[in-house]
């Protein structure tokens, strides 16, 4: 939220959306890539010496072992960031404001200014059917990837 107006002024005042969308990946982007690193790195070492005792190149050894282990991580990251995206928009779209009163967090901004509260929860009930949508889609996606190979999701059949 502290470097939405620097973004503003960074990307000019008449691309508002671009703030917002870089606002939105920024705050999404970061826990991808902490459970990602953290996933590459809890590669099983009895599997990574076994690797390099047969001779396999780092490329194999990240293709064939730790991107394979670092995928529920990463996974799990993106289910954190479908949420913390769809925050990061509404905040951006608070912070910068739209102007064109497109945006879900306009009709809060707006409703909560013209003391419309009907209007304000039906814009707060979408964002959260939005935010459920996309952990749902997201945990499809997690288990469909994983239900064949990896614990997390063979013990839930």
């Known amino acids: ?21 870089i606002l939105a990946w920024i705050v999404a982007f970061f826990p991808i890539l902490g459970n990602t690193t953290l996933g590459l790195r809890s590669a099983d070492a009895g599997l ?12 194999q050894v990240l293709w064939r072992l730790e991107l394979p282990s670092a995928l529920p991580y990463l996974l799990a990251g993106m289910k954190i960031s479908g949420g913390l995206a769809l925050i990061g928009a509404v905040v951006a779209e608070f912070v910068a404001g739209s102007g064109t009163g497109s945006g879900l967090a ?13 209007r304000m929860f039906a814009a ?4 959260s059917l939005l935010g459920i949508a996309i ?6 996606v997690q288990r469909l990837a994983l239900r064949r190979w990896h614990d997390s ?3 839930s059949r």
């Open 48 to 59: 990574r010496d076994l690797f390099r005792l047969y001779g396999a190149s780092k490329w």
């Open 135 to 140: 952990f749902a889609v997201l945990s499809l």
């Open 153 to 155: 999701e063979a013990a």
């Open 106 to 118: 306009w009709r809060i901004v707006d409703a909560s200014n013209r003391l419309n509260t009907p």
């Open 124 to 127: 707060l009930a979408l964002l």
């Open 1 to 21: 939220m502290a470097i939405a107006p620097l973004l503003l002024v960074w990307v000019g005042y008449e691309r508002v959306d671009l703030a917002q969308l």
